[in-house]
């Protein structure tokens, strides 16, 4: 059975940084992507990094690039999400899905997902 959670968020000022953890087993394919998500209070949910087993390939939305970088230690099934010089916009709840998809491309629709965590908050604000 396909289980997906995440933990590492909390408050941090404006140019911190934090680092999210996704915890996912069970997968049912031989290849599949985690994708980290966020929504924002009143705003839809946006798809903000992903990663690929087994090639490794990443994606960023344009908003994170070159601030966020993500990675997966495989012997301990953990995505991590590394967020640097955070800004306000950050704020949100991160959702972390896993789904046999691919992360190149467009990996951002929530539907090519099957197992979803529950999310955590992250605060930017001083």
């Known amino acids: 059975q396909l289980q997906v959670e995440e933990s590492g968020g909390g408050l941090v000022q404006p140019g911190g940084s934090l680092t999210l953890s996704c915890t996912a087993s069970?997968?049912?394919?031989?290849?599949?992507?985690i994708t980290w998500f966020r929504q924002a209070p009143g705003k839809e949910r946006e798809g903000v990094s992903c990663?690929?087993?087994?090639?490794?390939?990443?994606n960023f939305a344009d908003s994170v690039k070159g601030r966020f970088a993500i990675s997966r230690d495989n012997t301990k099934n953990t995505v991590y999400l590394q967020m640097n010089n955070l800004k306000s916009e950050d704020t949100g709840v991160y959702y972390c899905?896993?789904?046999?998809?691919?992360?190149?491309?467009?990996?951002?629709?929530?539907?090519?997902?099957?197992?979803w965590g529950q999310g955590t908050q992250v605060t930017v604000s001083s």
């Open positions: 069970g997968f049912p394919w031989d290849y599949h992507a």
């Open positions: 899905a896993a789904g046999q998809t691919w992360c190149m491309g467009y990996p951002w629709y929530a539907d090519l997902y099957n197992g």
């Open positions: 990663i690929s087993y087994p090639s490794g390939d990443t």
